[in-house]
C-alpha cells in the first residue's frame, strides 16, 4: 500500500515538473542576407517584419497589437516576423523570458550583426537606424513599406488590407 502512495506521488511531481512545463519560446538567429533571403522571396506571403528590442520601451509597447494581427491572420498568407535586435548574449537571460512572461506566439529571429552601417540600408533606404521600424513587403520587394516608427493595430490592418 505504501508504495503504491509513493508511486502516485512520483508520477504526480513527474506530472507537474514534465507535463506543465512552460513553453520556451523558440529563437533563430539570423544573419541580414538570411533574413533578407527569407523574406524578399517570390511567395504570395505578405511579410510583416518587425525590428524591435526588450530594452526599447515603444518597441515593447507596440508588440501586443503585431501579436493580435499573427493571431487574426494566422490562416491567411500573411507573416509576422519579429525580428530582435537584442544582443546575443541576452537570448536566455533577457529575450526568452520576456517572450514566455508575454506569451508571444509569433516568430521572433535574433539579428546578429554586430554594425548596423552593414545592414540597415539593405533592409530599407528610408532606414535611419532606430527601432521600433517595420518592414513590409511581398514578392522580391515588389510591394515594399517601411515605417520607422511605432506602429497599432489599425495601421497594421489598413497596410494588410492595402497588400492582401
Known amino acids: 500500500m505504501n508504495t503504491k502512495k509513493n508511486i502516485n506521488k512520483l508520477f504526480f511531481v513527474l506530472l507537474i515538473l514534465f507535463g506543465f512545463k512552460s513553453h520556451s519560446q523558440n529563437v533563430s538567429v539570423y544573419k541580414i542576407d538570411n533574413l533578407l533571403k527569407r523574406i524578399h522571396n517570390n511567395s504570395d506571403t505578405l511579410y510583416i517584419v518587425n525590428f524591435w528590442a526588450t530594452w526599447c520601451k515603444p518597441c515593447v509597447a507596440e508588440l501586443p497589437d503585431f501579436e493580435k494581427v499573427n493571431t487574426e491572420y494566422k490562416n491567411q498568407k500573411i ?3 519579429l525580428v530582435s535586435m537584442d544582443f546575443i548574449e541576452d537570448i536566455d537571460k533577457k529575450l526568452k523570458p520576456f517572450l514566455l512572461k508575454n506569451n508571444y506566439t509569433a516568430e521572433v529571429v535574433l539579428l546578429d550583426e554586430g554594425n548596423g552601417n552593414d545592414f540597415i540600408n539593405k533592409v ?4 535611419g537606424g532606430a527601432i521600433p521600424a517595420t518592414l513590409i513587403t511581398k514578392k522580391n520587394n515588389e510591394v515594399s513599406e517601411f515605417f520607422e516608427k511605432k506602429l497599432n493595430y489599425e495601421l497594421l490592418v489598413e497596410q494588410i488590407t ?3
Open 79 to 81: 507573416k509576422v516576423l
Open 162 to 164: 492595402k497588400y492582401k
Open 124 to 127: 530599407s533606404p528610408k532606414w
